[in-house]
């Protein structure tokens, strides 16, 4: 286990100290007139508030607004007993910070205009509204100096710049990097030469929140040139940022490094306005939009349809006297937005050479992608894309079997032969945790013995799952890149588009892991690393490292941007990060792209995927970091509460993940006694870590079942939705959307449905409590155990005895009545006990889960029959009660078993079934 020195702390992050200071500090100034003048309460009041204020001044310098000159003011106020107006001042700022107004119109913080009666009275028309934003300044100068920067960037500064910004000063590497931490306003960075390294303003207060910059290590300290290295570290942090370079260093002697990390270059004595439209020009091009843009542009013009679509321009709407009110509920600009052309500035997404191209290209880079398409029918269709694209009929796909069914039916449509992964079992809870990179590299090992090696094209993993577990993605990929160095990874990022905008979550995401080591295969450093691995290797080990000759990174992510971030329903993306995509994929890539795509997109999804792109450039870093923070809140809450502990549970870390797959030792984020766990060692070094926006919460002690809960208490009662029940859980998500206010929401609806039950309690019956107990027990205590992937059957393996399974046979063999038949779930063990092989024709996907027990050609386990029987859900597709389990006629097994014969390749030859 790995020894952390992690502290904790009663806040979960900066932001949650700091709004609290602010309220702690607004409550205290308005108790300074409480006592007499020169008591021992006044002095000792006016000593806590100066504490306050000295703590938040810590916080502030690291903030443009409201500013270490205002602290200074709240102080000199506070020195000179002005406590009414300290108080109201305090009182202001505070509604403004957590207002947030100020990011349209920083002026409100100027002292004659802090009066948020009348500004709340204004007209829209008559307030100012400018994005505003801060740049981060980078040097070791004297405060002289820095007040001249700031006047002369405002003096520059002028009424018709599109944007905003104030400026904030660090004079370290350390302050630079806690900037970048804490405040997630900043959209530029300035490095004037080399700043020294260490801070001087760091205090126990701040140490919990900061440790990542702690744990710069020594040879980062030890830079000689600490400008750039400063620049590669805020690019690695905060990718989207527009970082710049100031110096006095000849173009001849930067080094080429250097150049790459900085989108400009600046000398000392080019003009302070130069600099100044170059930030603004940076912020501009982000800002863009192009195909959103292009659309509302189209939606202005005055047009004459001659084409599809009667609902263009709101014609067939707004005149009709039946269905005017649909008009009216969705408005005139949905209907104006909606075309069929792909000219007028608008594109195709088929083939796009004009705004949709851009758009793509400038989500690209955002989402660190090499190549990025936008989908508009969900990420089913994405990963139906990328398997088709990438696999033919008898590759082999090495797959998680609880993966989402678009997945099962993909290897359906390409051919390919299923090698079906077991996650490990969370049976206390009816759910499945993930796939232990053990199993995955056993898997590729068996293959390997077998002679199929060659055949295994793809490793499809869910990151994060359902449930919020999330792989170790650098480590699954180098360990499986060191037996099969070729091997593609698609991972299923459907529930995980937010996490390449925060530092913790984009270490475990494909495109971030894809370009990391990429970077590193192709240094000198790791090809000795290789070496010395290969060296220390004992007979018959298997290597961890990849052969640096022979490694490709190949790596696709589907992401169902809806799901959460801003977009529209079934807006996704497919993102790549390939390196032989133009030389081995693009062409199949975009035949399988046309042949799922539709002619006719949907253009507001594609105008809501470009937006979205726009959104998580500027404020992605603070959205998800609220979600987070928020989520964190109702898990703390939950915890605290003696009413909601007595029926509910949210499960923890421990709970969800097995010890040996946590070498960071963290068994849960939050506990009463202790506060906040740092989640930063866990996410760096374990197997398995849990997404804590993911709330699960156990309800087994309500006597209520998952789905009821769901309908009859939630939904039914509070209006309440959530996606996904087990038999004993319900999942809570939060996102980028979710308020503080929705989570007061659910907490105080958890309350009423405790004080409910309590109610409940006490007017029962002897016989009724009773049942409530047994009930308890069921949902507590005997749960049914979850059944492994069993087999394929020996007609529809790839190769006898050897993994891999060709499930499109199976499937097509089923369209014949003929082929089939139903037996009853009841009679299913008996038929197995009495010798007879059970085979499914179909797939049979119980919900919960939401994936396949069954596959086509799978052979039908005691434990799969025992776990149908058991379950106790309202909905299992493929699966009609009244007619029971679809099943292969055991005439059709045999006669399959002797007109299938394998070829020296691995693929079936197939004669004529009616011999």
């Known amino acids: 286990m790995l020894k952390s020195t992690h502290k904790s702390s009663s806040h979960y992050n900066i932001n949650q100290l700091r709004l609290e200071s602010w309220n702690t500090l607004k409550l205290e100034t308005s108790k300074l007139d409480t006592f007499p003048r020169k008591s021992s309460e006044a002095s000792a009041q006016k000593k806590l508030v100066k504490e306050l204020l000295k703590k938040l001044e810590t916080i502030e310098s690291y903030f443009a607004l409201p500013g270490i000159s205002r602290m200074t003011m709240l102080m000199e106020m506070l020195e000179k007993n002005e406590h009414t107006a300290l108080s109201h001042k305090v009182t202001d700022i505070t509604k403004l910070l957590v207002s947030g107004k100020f990011r349209s119109n920083p002026d409100v913080f100027d002292e004659e205009d802090l009066n948020l009666e009348t500004t709340d009275n204004l007209k829209p028309s008559e307030v100012k509204t400018k994005n505003y934003f801060e740049v981060l300044f980078v040097e070791d100068i004297s405060i002289q100096e820095e007040v001249k920067l700031k006047a002369d960037l405002h003096e520059v500064s002028t009424e018709n710049d599109q944007f905003d910004y104030g400026v904030i000063l660090q004079r370290s590497f350390q302050d630079a990097m806690i900037a970048l931490y804490f405040n997630s306003n900043i959209q530029a960075v300035v490095i004037r030469y080399a700043p020294p390294?260490?801070?001087?303003?760091?205090?126990?207060?701040?140490?919990?929140?900061?440790?990542?910059?702690?744990?710069?290590?020594?040879?980062?300290?030890?830079?000689?040139?600490?400008?750039?290295?400063?620049?590669?570290?805020?690019?690695?942090?905060?990718?989207?940022?527009?970082?710049?370079?100031?110096?006095?260093?000849?173009?001849?002697?930067?080094?080429?490094?250097?150049?790459?990390?900085?989108?400009?270059?600046?000398?000392?004595?080019?003009?302070?306005?130069?600099?100044?439209?170059?930030?603004?020009?940076?912020?501009?091009?982000?800002?863009?939009?192009?195909?959103?843009?292009?659309?509302?542009?189209?939606?202005?013009?005055?047009?004459?349809?001659?084409?599809?679509?009667?609902?263009?321009?709101?014609?067939?709407?707004?005149?009709?006297?039946?269905?005017?009110?649909?008009?009216?509920?969705?408005?005139?600009?949905?209907?104006?937005?909606?075309?069929?052309?792909?000219?007028?500035?608008?594109?195709?997404?088929?083939?796009?050479?004009?705004?949709?191209?851009?758009?793509?290209?400038?989500?690209?880079?955002?989402?660190?992608?090499?190549?990025?398409?936008?989908?508009?029918?969900?990420?089913?269709?994405?990963?139906?894309?990328?398997?088709?694209?990438?696999?033919?009929?008898?590759?082999?796909?090495?797959?998680?079997?609880?993966?989402?069914?678009?997945?099962?039916?993909?290897?359906?449509?390409?051919?390919?032969?299923?090698?079906?992964?077991?996650?490990?079992?969370?049976?206390?809870?009816?759910?499945?945790?993930?796939?232990?990179?053990?199993?995955?590299?056993?898997?590729?090992?068996?293959?390997?013995?077998?002679?199929?090696?060659?055949?295994?094209?793809?490793?499809?993993?869910?990151?994060?799952?359902?449930?919020?577990?999330?792989?170790?993605?650098?480590?699954?990929?180098?360990?499986?890149?060191?037996?099969?160095?070729?091997?593609?990874?698609?991972?299923?990022?459907?529930?995980?588009?937010?996490?390449?905008?925060?530092?913790?979550?984009?270490?475990?995401?494909?495109?971030?892991?894809?370009?990391?080591?990429?970077?590193?295969?192709?240094?000198?450093?790791?090809?000795?690393?290789?070496?010395?691995?290969?060296?220390?290797?004992?007979?018959?080990?298997?290597?961890?490292?990849?052969?640096?000759?022979?490694?490709?990174?190949?790596?696709?992510?589907?992401?169902?941007?809806?799901?959460?971030?801003?977009?529209?329903?079934?807006?996704?993306?497919?993102?790549?990060?390939?390196?032989?995509?133009?030389?081995?994929?693009?062409?199949?890539?975009?035949?399988?792209?046309?042949?799922?795509?539709?002619?006719?997109?949907?253009?507001?999804?594609?105008?809501?995927?470009?937006?979205?792109?726009?959104?998580?450039?500027?404020?992605?870093?603070?959205?998800?970091?609220?979600?987070?923070?928020?989520?964190?809140?109702?898990?703390?809450?939950?915890?605290?509460?003696?009413?909601?502990?007595?029926?509910?549970d949210v499960l923890t870390v421990g709970d969800f993940i097995p010890k040996e797959f946590r070498a960071s030792g963290l068994q849960e984020y939050y506990k009463p006694k202790v506060g906040w766990n740092r989640m930063e060692n866990a996410w760096k070094y374990d197997e398995f870590v849990l997404d804590p926006t993911k709330i699960t919460l156990h309800i087994g002690r309500t006597g209520i079942d998952g789905d009821t809960f769901k309908s009859k208490y939630l939904m039914d009662k509070f209006g309440i939705q959530i996606n996904k029940t087990s038999r004993n859980t319900v999942l809570f998500m939060t996102n980028i959307g979710t308020t503080r206010s929705s989570i007061t929401y659910l907490y105080n609806a958890l309350l009423q449905i405790a004080d409910e039950l309590d109610a409940e309690q006490v007017s029962h019956s002897s016989k009724e409590q009773t049942i409530f107990k047994n009930k308890v027990c069921s949902l507590t205590q005997d749960y049914p155990p979850l059944p492994d992937f069993s087999y394929f059957h020996h007609s529809f393996q790839a190769v006898p005895g050897v993994p891999g399974g060709n499930i499109r046979e199976a499937f097509t063999l089923a369209y014949s009545e003929e082929h089939y038949e139903y037996v009853p779930l009841e009679e299913c063990l008996p038929s197995i006990k009495e010798g007879r092989v059970l085979v499914a024709s179909s797939f049979i996907i119980p919900y919960p889960p939401g994936f396949p027990v069954l596959v086509p050609g799978q052979v039908v386990s005691e434990e799969i029959v025992r776990f149908l029987t058991v379950l106790d859900v309202s909905e299992i597709h493929g699966y009609q009660p009244e007619l029971g389990l679809r099943i292969f006629k055991d005439a059709i097994l045999n006669r399959q078993k002797t007109v299938s014969s394998m070829g020296s390749n691995g693929n079936f030859k197939k004669k004529n079934l009616t011999q």
């Open 197 to 648: 390294f260490k801070s001087k303003k760091i205090t126990p207060t701040l140490e919990p929140f900061i440790q990542n910059v702690l744990n710069l290590n020594m040879q980062t300290k030890l830079e000689s040139d600490l400008g750039p290295t400063l620049g590669r570290m805020v690019k690695k942090f905060r990718p989207e940022l527009d970082i710049y370079y100031v110096t006095d260093t000849s173009l001849g002697n930067l080094k080429d490094t250097t150049l790459k990390t900085f989108k400009r270059i600046f000398y000392r004595a080019e003009d302070v306005q130069e600099l100044h439209l170059t930030i603004l020009r940076g912020i501009y091009q982000r800002f863009q939009t192009p195909f959103f843009s292009a659309v509302k542009e189209y939606s202005k013009k005055p047009t004459g349809v001659f084409h599809a679509m009667p609902i263009s321009r709101g014609n067939s709407v707004f005149k009709s006297r039946w269905i005017s009110d649909f008009g009216q509920f969705y408005g005139r600009n949905m209907f104006l937005a909606e075309t069929s052309s792909t000219k007028g500035g608008l594109d195709s997404l088929l083939q796009p050479t004009g705004t949709l191209k851009k758009a793509q290209e400038m989500a690209s880079d955002a989402y660190g992608s090499l190549n990025t398409f936008f989908v508009t029918n969900g990420t089913s269709t994405s990963n139906k894309i990328v398997v088709q694209a990438l696999v033919k009929p008898g590759d082999i796909i090495l797959i998680d079997r609880d993966c989402h069914k678009s997945h099962h039916y993909g290897l359906v449509l390409s051919g390919a032969y299923p090698v079906y992964l077991d996650s490990y079992p969370i049976e206390k809870f009816s759910m499945y945790g993930a796939v232990p990179l053990k199993q995955i590299k056993e898997k590729l090992l068996q293959l390997k013995e077998a002679g199929r090696i060659e055949l295994v094209k793809m490793l499809l993993l869910t990151n994060c799952t359902f449930d919020g577990l999330v792989y170790n993605v650098e480590k699954v990929m180098e360990e499986v890149l060191a037996i099969k160095p070729d091997m593609i990874f698609l991972w299923d990022e459907a529930w995980f588009a937010f996490a390449g905008f925060t530092y913790n979550y984009k270490q475990r995401t494909g495109m971030y892991v894809a370009n990391k080591l990429h970077k590193r295969y192709k240094t000198k450093r790791y090809r000795l690393e290789y070496e010395e691995h290969i060296k220390g290797l004992k007979k018959g080990e298997v290597p961890k490292l990849p052969d640096p000759d022979k490694v490709r990174i190949r790596v696709y992510s589907t992401q169902s941007t809806h799901k959460t971030l801003s977009s529209f329903r079934q807006g996704s993306m497919i993102h790549v990060w390939d390196e032989d995509f133009r030389k081995k994929s693009q062409s199949t890539f975009m035949e399988a792209y046309m042949t799922h795509s539709s002619t006719s997109p949907n253009y507001q999804i594609l105008a809501s995927l470009d937006a979205g792109r726009r959104q998580v450039q500027f404020e992605g870093y603070e959205l998800v970091e609220k979600s987070i923070e928020v989520a964190m809140i109702l898990r703390a809450k939950v915890n605290d509460h003696p009413r909601l502990k007595a029926y509910f």
